[in-house]
């Protein structure tokens, strides 16, 4: 549909994009990245033929531009203009009927039911009608920038060039803006300064330097950490998008040195109380975790290990967490909270310090319902037993780091079971766990670095003795307990 031959262009004699080759399928959605100055506007220009092309060719449907006459030209490609001062005394209404230009017939440029059906149209979609009688100068940018959207779509145009279409607008905005075009199908090439933006909403991206060609390809392949730090000279962390598969970039910004300087966490902030054990970070730490509240992957500074009794039973755990949780007044978005019927009492805990970095590992161990996750067919619950263990590291863990550390606690916990015989009461064989166990790895991302915590390193190693000791002595306790309730009765 568009296709750049070995494209130079620029300001006069001046050749500020160089040798640029592409083409872009019908209803693609191609984005154009680069730094400050790498010649993305300019490319524009040159595509929608406001700049000529001094060397190489731009077709459209095979044929170059500037065969096109201005009017058929503007029936195959629109520009979302930019915001002009001069434009400002015309109403919204005019601006956006100022699209179909290039579809009125005849000398006098007569206005058809098609031509208001669609203006109308464009605009609902496009939130613009409720301005339809406002001139441009009273509106706010983002609102001007959905004015000229509209205009364009109303073009009806094969190609759209967009040059930055977000830059004005709001959260909302810039969302239903995107969405807009990608439901419309149509063909857009756009420039774009928001990375994650561009990553979510493009097929392909094309990524300038200097005014030429960087690389062509899927976001995945353009957005990495190494390119991005090659063309605009920045540090980001790449990490996929939450709920689809498009990465997004995160730029670290630059801390004091006193942000950077290690720090630990020790037994000192762990308090073992009769209902909960708690530990207050005075910074949070990277977390992984399956806790009732806080699961999954944050930052937090708060750790709730709550007693609930043997019985407990609620339609919405959640809930009821996030209630107690408040009526302490622990901040809900700092905190992981677990729950369990196991005696604070018989909790254990151990600091283990090796050479350049240390864990504290805190469990509470029942193992009522011990199950063999391997052969049971389902949990069948008898008494209240769940193993919840907690290892903070101090040190700073890569992403496979914490995975690894789930790893080698899972099988410290599971070899304990296995030592100490603890069996499945349906399968009769060896329990690997409990079933509402829950696990929480968390690292102060300050000191030693670990890229791997398997156990071919000393850190896995480390986290799978210490959930191994801290588990082997909280069911001792655990299996002493039952039994001394037992000589009671
Ligand atoms: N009207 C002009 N006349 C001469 N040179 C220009 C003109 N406009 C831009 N340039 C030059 O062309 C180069 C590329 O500018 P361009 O606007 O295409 O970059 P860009 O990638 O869109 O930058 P930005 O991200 O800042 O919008 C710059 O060095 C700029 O100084």
């Given amino acids: 549909m568009l296709k750049l031959e070995r494209v130079t262009g620029g300001y006069f004699s001046d050749p500020i994009v160089q040798n640029i080759s592409f083409s872009v399928e019908k209803g693609e959605f191609f984005g154009i990245l680069g730094p400050n100055g790498s010649g993305k506007t300019t490319l524009l220009k040159i595509i929608s033929g406001i700049l000529p092309v001094m060397e190489g060719k731009i077709l459209i449907d095979g044929k170059e531009i500037h065969q096109y006459s201005r009017k058929k030209l503007a029936q195959k490609i629109a520009v979302l203009s930019q915001i002009s001062p001069q434009a400002f005394s015309y109403t919204v209404k005019e601006t956006v009927e100022l699209g179909r230009y290039a579809h009125q017939k005849g000398v006098f440029h007569q206005w058809t039911i098609e031509d208001e059906k669609i203006v109308q149209q464009v605009m609902e979609e496009t939130n613009t009608l409720h301005l339809q009688h406002a001139t441009l100068q009273e509106l706010s940018g983002g609102e001007q920038q959905r004015v000229y959207l509209a205009q364009a779509l109303v073009q009806q145009p094969d190609i759209l060039l967009l040059d930055e279409p977000t830059n004005h607008l709001d959260l909302a905005h810039q969302k239903n803006l995107l969405d807009l075009l990608k439901k419309q199908k149509l063909t857009v090439v756009s420039v774009f300064h928001e990375l994650n933006l561009a990553s979510l909403y493009c097929d392909r991206l094309l990524l300038l330097n200097n005014g030429r060609m960087q690389l062509l390809s899927s976001p995945d392949e353009v957005l990495t950490e190494s390119q991005i730090k090659e063309v605009y000279q920045t540090e980001v962390r790449k990490q996929a998008h939450y709920d689809i598969a498009k990465p997004q970039i995160h730029i670290k910004p630059e801390l004091d040195s006193s942000d950077e300087s290690r720090w630990n966490i020790d037994a000192s902030l762990l308090k073992i109380e009769k209902e909960k054990i708690v530990l207050q970070s005075p910074k949070a730490l990277r977390t ?38 408040a009526n302490f007044g622990f901040p809900l978005t700092q905190t992981v909270a677990m729950m369990t019927a196991v005696e604070m009492d018989d909790a254990c805990y151990g600091f283990y310090e090796e050479e350049d970095f240390s864990v ?130």
Avoid at 296 to 318: E, L, T
Avoid at 424 to 435: L, R
């Fill in 288 to 325: 992984v975790s399956s806790g009732v509240v806080g699961s999954g992957i944050g930052w937090r500074s708060v750790f709730i290990n709550r007693k609930v009794p043997p019985d407990y039973q609620h339609a919405r755990p959640v809930k009821e967490m996030e209630g107690y949780l």
């Fill in 360 to 489: 504290l590992t805190v469990v509470t161990a029942g193992i009522g319902n011990a199950i063999d996750s391997t052969k049971a067919e389902k949990p069948v619950p008898v008494e209240v037993g769940t193993i919840n263990i907690w290892v903070f590291v101090n040190g700073k863990l890569s992403d496979e780091a914490f995975i690894q550390g789930v790893m080698t606690a899972t099988e410290g916990k599971a070899q304990v079971l296995r030592e100490l015989e603890i069996v499945d009461e349906e399968t009769k064989t060896i329990a690997t766990g409990t079933p509402t166990d829950s696990i929480l790895i968390a690292a102060t991302q300050s000191g030693r670095n670990f890229p791997y915590a398997g156990a071919a390193t000393d850190i896995g190693r480390c986290i799978g003795k210490s959930v191994y000791n801290e588990t082997k002595k909280a069911i001792e306790k655990y299996l002493q307990r039952k039994q001394k309730e037992r000589h009671r009765f």
